[in-house]
């Protein structure tokens, strides 16, 4: 029985590789038991030189050139489209530049600390088909050895690999892979970066740029895309480690592109240092602990325990998977690569409430406890509050603070992350809380409270008795401190997992509240631990996983309560999303006003983020959007919104009049963002595949304007209908024209 399993997959894989590779039968032969190791790969002879093509004609193909020893691709190029690397200004050189093609390491620390670009790798072994090639590279300063498999299909390259460390002792590296140097679409400058940071990010003047996000800290989609004069290249970064049972293959994942290399961890110093003059790259950068071979014996142990005879790359130490990575020469608009993109990402799986009530709300505001204890108000209050929210379209609020102050008497409530077991006696306590909850849901408003999922107050009960056991520890030794006089907990262990779950359930069975808003939990940074004593150790780079364990954790227990629970966290994280259902995002903010491309909403209609209005941007240089302007785009772009308490007053006719649209139209919020686009003028819009079509469309501006849609030669609509005035608009030769009234929100239907 044994022998028949063994055997049977061989075939299979034998012959699919023989079809997707294109090689003869001779050849697939070959190829495949060169891979067991029965029979050496083509060494290369280090006085000759060659040219590699791989790829088909009527799609994306790569030039490599091995020079000796030395190997590096040299172009890539979709058939008659000017080269994608370039060499020079103006697009006359093509060429690689200083790093990459296709890798680079970068030794973070140590007596070797320093960056190996491919002229410091010698090639072992090659092979190549017609639209893949496998190449073993070995260091020649480190002991390290890397093999790269890299297909191309059609317009798309899928790049894998996997290093190999076998030195004694631990060491700390980033690879670079695929690190793709000096692009640039369009000769005239307008090259842009669309990252899949926060809910998308547009970052124009790309050639003068230093960036890099972090899967998840910064992207909540390990997505990003370069592109200028109509096309561009995709990439998807879609490793699968942080969903296995064990931390073991996870690393650090980052988006980078940038001119400066390798890029300095501070973005403020990077974007100082951007000069233009040699960028831009792009790639992904993968970090990785690679602990040494004396954690698990050397040569001799090895030749004892392994019978394979020879293998490409021997493998004493740690080794790391590389990718898959998966880019995508296109030619078109942004959408046409993230219709790619979601067609890569359609496996992440999502939750989709039980509560209907949820999945029919679209409005989130909310009561600081903190403002209620100044005005003399109490928890007992939450269903007038409630009927005040209904005048900005929401009912559904957050509380911030509802636990203790730990000095008694004080009102500091929103200091005490951590305790949250403990009533509020100040605002009522628990009796308050479920009295309170119980009147609001009788009134059709729902109640969330807050909760911080990975930061503890260290003067908290919990403070002083357990979080310093599960917190997260820097390099040093010292425990990280992020934010003054508390701790950062580390996700990955089940000591925090636990006691943060418990709590959470022991809360809704007492109040019967509908769930929870957990800060930080998708929208801090990617954090590495270093604290031995935790069950990762000596592994840092569990961040993602340990966030997919601590929410499904919370899940497991909270559902054993109530199913309905609503787990909104912070951020955009498209991880553990099957656990949560829903997000709250500041992206306008957070992003210096550079969320002006809908991505996550592209990528993932089923996300439920609640995008923030109001709040003024962070950083430097931010450009100031009129305090309308973010809640229309937002309505426009089909987020659902988070209504700040600071812009309550101002906004809130016009989060009325969104709230209207959207229940009258459910397709701006919950259906796929359409590949077309109509063309407008004077407004802004966007166009959602529904049955049927709909548009959203807004006048940010302090006039009234005559506003123009034109729709695509191929689309028939002959009209657009208004559910809620029943306007109907005509229109004549592709264009629909009326007058919108200054900060005017609404949506038609598109009729034939
Ligand atoms: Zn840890």
Not at 94 to 107: C, E, I
Not at 493 to 515: K, M, P, Y
Request: with cysteine; hydrophobic share 40%.
């Amino acid at each position: 029985m044994k022998v028949i399993q063994l055997s049977f997959p061989v075939d299979c894989f034998s012959i699919s590789r023989r079809k997707m590779l294109g090689l003869t039968a001779a050849a697939a032969t070959s190829f495949f038991w060169q891979r067991l190791g029965a029979a050496p790969l083509n060494q290369p002879d280090p006085k000759s030189n060659e040219i590699i093509r791989i790829g088909t004609e009527a799609g994306v193909f790569l030039t490599f050139e091995r020079r000796g020893l030395q190997f590096s691709l040299q172009q890539i190029q979709r058939q008659t489209q000017p080269p994608i690397l370039y060499g020079d200004s103006g697009l006359r050189t093509a060429g690689p530049g200083p790093v990459g093609n296709p890798l680079t390491l970068v030794v973070l620390n140590g007596p070797q600390q320093g960056t190996y670009g491919m002229d410091t790798f010698e090639v072992t072994q090659l092979e190549h088909s017609q639209t893949q090639l496998m190449v073993y590279l070995k260091n020649a300063r480190l002991p390290m050895q890397v093999g790269l498999e890299i297909t191309a299909e059609g317009d798309v390259i899928e790049w894998r690999g996997q290093a190999v460390w076998n030195g004694p002792d631990d060491t700390d590296v980033d690879l670079y892979y695929p690190l793709l140097s000096r692009m640039r679409f369009d000769p005239a400058g307008s090259d842009r970066l669309v990252s899949g940071e926060l809910s998308g990010v547009e970052k124009p003047h790309v050639a003068t740029l230093n960036y890099s996000a972090t899967y998840l800290g910064g992207l909540s989609s390990p997505v990003f895309l370069v592109e200028g004069g109509g096309r561009g290249i995709a990439f998807v970064e879609d490793s699968r480690a942080d969903l296995a049972a064990d931390p073991g293959g996870c690393r650090q994942r980052s988006a980078v592109v940038g001119t400066e290399f390798p890029l300095p961890d501070n973005g403020d110093t990077a974007l100082a240092l951007a000069t233009g003059e040699d960028g831009p790259f792009a790639g992904w950068r993968h970090r990785r602990l690679m602990l040494g071979a004396k954690r698990f014996g050397g040569q001799a142990d090895y030749d004892e325990a392994e019978s394979h005879g020879t293998l490409p790359m021997i493998k004493l130490g740690d080794s790391v998977d590389l990718g898959p990575v998966l880019s995508y020469a296109y030619g078109g608009t942004w959408k046409t690569a993230a219709l790619w993109m979601r067609q890569q990402r359609e496996w992440v799986p999502f939750r989709s409430s039980p509560a209907k009530w949820y999945r029919d709300t679209t409005i989130l505001s909310e009561e600081m406890p903190d403002r209620l204890l100044r005005t003399g108000e109490s928890l007992y209050d939450l269903p007038l509050l409630l009927e005040e929210r209904h005048e900005l379209g929401s009912d559904m609020m957050s509380l911030p603070g509802f636990a203790e102050p730990e000095i008694i008497g004080t009102q500091e409530n929103m200091l005490n992350r951590g305790d949250y077991f403990y009533p509020a006696e100040n605002l009522g306590g628990w009796e308050a809380m479920r009295r309170s909850v119980e009147a609001t849901h009788r009134q059709g408003g729902h109640v969330l409270l807050y909760v911080e999922g990975l930061i503890v107050w260290k003067r908290s009960r919990i403070g002083r008795s357990k979080a310093s056991d599960w917190a997260l520890m820097d390099a040093d030794g010292k425990f990280t401190e992020n934010y003054r006089g508390f701790y950062d907990m580390c996700p990955a262990e089940t000591g925090w997992q636990d006691w943060f779950a418990q709590t959470l359930v022991d809360i809704v069975r007492t109040t019967g509240v509908d769930g929870f808003f957990m800060d930080s939990m998708l929208a801090t940074d990617n954090h590495r631990c270093f604290n031995p004593k935790h069950a990762h150790a000596p592994q840092p780079d569990i961040w993602n996983w340990g966030l997919r364990r601590v929410l499904k954790r919370v899940r497991e227990e909270v559902d054993k309560a109530d199913p309905n629970t609503i787990l909104l966290c912070e951020g955009a994280g498209d991880l553990a999303r099957e656990f949560t259902d829903g997000s709250l995002s500041h992206g306008h903010a957070w992003s210096r006003m550079t969320f002006t491309v809908p991505l996550s909403r592209f990528l993932h209609p089923q996300m439920r983020a609640f995008e923030a209005d109001g709040m003024q941007p962070h950083g430097p240089n931010a450009p100031l959007w009129p305090v309308k302007k973010p809640l229309l785009w937002n309505a426009v772009q089909g987020y659902r919104v988070f209504m700040e308490q600071e812009s309550h007053e101002v906004l809130a006719p016009l989060g009325r009049r969104v709230r209207e649209y959207y229940d009258l139209y459910p397709e701006i919020c919950d259906a796929q963002v359409s590949v077309t686009d109509a063309q407008s003028t004077n407004c802004m819009a966007q166009w959602f595949d529904g049955l049927p079509s709909v548009i959203a469309c807004g006048n940010d501006s302090d006039t009234a304007r005559l506003v123009t849609i034109e729709f695509p030669a191929a689309t028939p609509v002959a009209l657009l209908f208004d559910r809620r005035d029943q306007k109907r608009i005509p229109v004549e030769s592709g264009k629909a024209q009326f007058q919108m009234e200054p900060w005017e929100y609404r949506a038609f239907e598109l009729r034939v």
